[in-house]
């Protein structure tokens, strides 16, 4: 099992930028794939950016594309989300997820661990 660790979240103006940051320890060697996810009050948790470990490819929703990039720092087993150009629809709670199965172009939710969230609220 991997744990995972979300923090950087807070409040913004909208337009503004944030950094999610998410520490992996454990069985980190089982993953194949990492994963921000999000939810806010009302809605299903919906995916946001996936980083494939072994190539570094990536897959963003298009809600974010052009201003979210997600990236991983391998030796320090930390996975990133940085943020710009922020919404008052990116408002919600940030999931961080390593999975253990990837299918190529999907999000990273089969059989993964979970963080236990960091939220960002953004205000217009």
């Known amino acids: 099992q991997v744990q995972l660790v979300e923090s950087g979240g807070g409040s913004v103006q909208a337009g503004g930028s944030l950094r999610l940051s998410c520490v992996a320890s454990?069985?980190?060697?089982?993953?194949?794939?990492m994963g921000w996810f999000r939810q806010a009050p009302g809605k299903e948790r919906e995916g946001v950016a996936t980083i494939r470990i072994g190539d570094g490819s990536t897959v963003y929703a298009d809600s974010v594309q052009g201003r979210f990039t997600i990236s991983r720092d391998n030796a320090k087993n930390t996975l990133y989300l940085q943020m710009n150009s922020l919404k008052p629809e990116d408002t919600a709670m940030y999931y961080c997820?390593?999975?253990?199965?990837?299918?190529?172009?999907?999000?990273?939710?089969?059989?993964?661990?979970w963080g236990q969230g960091t939220q960002v609220t953004v205000s217009s």
């Open positions: 997820a390593a999975g253990r199965i990837y299918r190529v172009g999907s999000w990273c939710n089969v059989n993964a661990d």
């Open positions: 454990g069985y980190t060697y089982s993953s194949v794939c």
